[in-house]
C-alpha cells in the first residue's frame, strides 16, 4: 500500500493531510524518515507518525525446503500429510506455497507468506527458470530435445509451451529447464515424445540450488541472498 493511504486510514485525516505530515518528515518506514508518499510499503515495514505506530511488521517468512516424494503440495488436506506438516513453527498457518510440486515429485520447494513475492516469481512474465531432473520409463528419443526448443501445443489450455531446454544424460535420464510452470508440464511434455516420467525432482528455481544440506524432509529459513537469487534467472545447466 502507498505510504500516504496508510498515513491517511489510521487518522482520518484525508491523503493530503496524510501527504504534508510525510513531506514534514514525521513518518518513519524500518526507523528512516520518508518524506515521498507514494512510496510502497508492504505489511512486513513498521510505520511511525510522530513517533506512535501506525503499522506493526508482520513477520515475512521465506522457507526453502527438501520435498520428499510422496507429500501433497498443499497447506491443507483433510486424508493426506501435506507438505505444512513437516514444518514446525507457530506461524506456518500463513504460509503458501510458491510454485507447486506433484505429490510423487521430490526437490526444491518455497513457502512463503509474501504474497507479492511468489506472484512475482511464479508470474508467467517473469520467466524464472526451474529445473528438473527427469527419469523416464522409456528410452528418451534425441528428437525430443527439438521438439521441447519447438514447444508443444495444450489443447486444454489453448496454448503452446514456451522453448524448454532439454538436455539428454542417459538413455533414460535428462534435465529440462522450463520458463512456465503449467499442470503436469513436464509429465506431459515427456509423455508426447513417447515417454512416461518414472521420477522427478525439482533442482532449481532461478538462481537458488536446492542445498546440498537439506536431506528430504527437511527445511529452513532462506537467507536474504537466497531470497533475492531465487527470482535470477541462472544459465543453462
Ligand atoms: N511438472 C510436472 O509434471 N510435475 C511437477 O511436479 C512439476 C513440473
Given at each position: 500500500?502507498k505510504?500516504d493511504?496508510l498515513?491517511a486510514?489510521?487518522?482520518?485525516?484525508?491523503?493530503n493531510?496524510a501527504?504534508?505530515a510525510?513531506?514534514?518528515g514525521?513518518?518513519?518506514?524500518?526507523?528512516?524518515?520518508?518524506?515521498?508518499?507514494?512510496?510502497?510499503?508492504?505489511?512486513?515495514?513498521?510505520?511511525?507518525?510522530?513517533?506512535e505506530?501506525?503499522?506493526a511488521?508482520?513477520?515475512?517468512m521465506?522457507l526453502?525446503m527438501?520435498?520428499p516424494?510422496?507429500?501433497l503440495?498443499?497447506?491443507?488436506?483433510?486424508l493426506?500429510?501435506?507438505?505444512?506438516d513437516?514444518?514446525?513453527?507457530?506461524?506456518?498457518?500463513?504460509l503458501?506455497?510458491?510454485?507447486?510440486?506433484?505429490?510423487n515429485?521430490?526437490g526444491l520447494?518455497?513457502?512463503t507468506?509474501?504474497?507479492?513475492?511468489?506472484?512475482?516469481?511464479m508470474?508467467?512474465?517473469?520467466?524464472?527458470?526451474?529445473?528438473?531432473?527427469?527419469e523416464?520409463?522409456?528410452?528418451?528419443?534425441?528428437e525430443a530435445?527439438?521438439?521441447?526448443e519447438h514447444?508443444f501445443?495444450?489443447?486444454?489450455?489453448?496454448?503452446?509451451t514456451?522453448?524448454?531446454?532439454?538436455?539428454?544424460l542417459?538413455?533414460?535420464?535428462a534435465?529440462?529447464?522450463?520458463?512456465?510452470?503449467?499442470?503436469?508440464?513436464?509429465?506431459?511434455?515427456?509423455h508426447?515424445?513417447?515417454?512416461?516420467?518414472?521420477?522427478?525432482?525439482?533442482?532449481s528455481?532461478?538462481g537458488?540450488?536446492l542445498p546440498g544440506d537439506?536431506?528430504?524432509?527437511?527445511?529452513r529459513?532462506?537467507?536474504?541472498?537466497e531470497i533475492?537469487?531465487?527470482?535470477?534467472?541462472?544459465?543453462?545447466?
Open positions: 500500500m505510504l493511504r498515513i486510514r489510521h487518522r482520518f485525516m484525508g491523503r493531510a501527504l504534508r510525510i513531506g514534514a514525521r513518518v518513519r518506514v524500518e526507523g528512516g524518515v520518508i518524506t515521498d508518499g507514494h512510496t510502497e510499503v508492504s505489511r512486513f515495514c513498521t510505520v511511525l507518525l510522530d513517533g505506530a501506525v503499522q511488521a508482520e513477520r515475512a521465506y526453502v527438501h520435498k516424494a510422496g507429500w503440495s498443499a497447506t491443507k488436506d483433510p493426506q500429510p501435506t507438505v505444512l513437516l514444518i514446525d513453527d507457530p506461524d506456518k498457518e500463513t503458501h506455497i510458491a510454485g507447486r510440486l506433484d505429490k515429485t521430490s520447494l518455497l513457502l507468506n509474501d504474497g507479492r513475492w511468489s506472484n512475482q516469481l508470474s508467467a512474465e517473469s520467466k524464472v527458470p526451474k529445473v528438473y531432473r527427469v523416464t520409463h522409456e528410452v528418451i528419443p534425441p530435445v527439438e521438439a521441447f514447444g501445443y495444450f489443447h486444454t489450455e489453448d496454448i503452446t514456451l522453448p524448454a531446454h532439454l538436455v539428454i542417459g538413455s533414460r535420464l534435465r529440462v529447464t522450463l520458463h512456465e510452470g503449467r499442470y503436469h508440464q513436464v509429465k506431459r511434455m515427456f508426447r515424445v513417447g515417454c512416461r516420467v518414472a521420477a522427478l525432482h525439482r533442482e528455481v532461478g537458488l540450488s537439506l536431506k528430504p524432509g527437511a527445511w529459513a532462506m537467507t536474504p541472498q533475492d537469487s531465487a527470482m535470477r534467472s541462472a544459465p543453462h545447466a
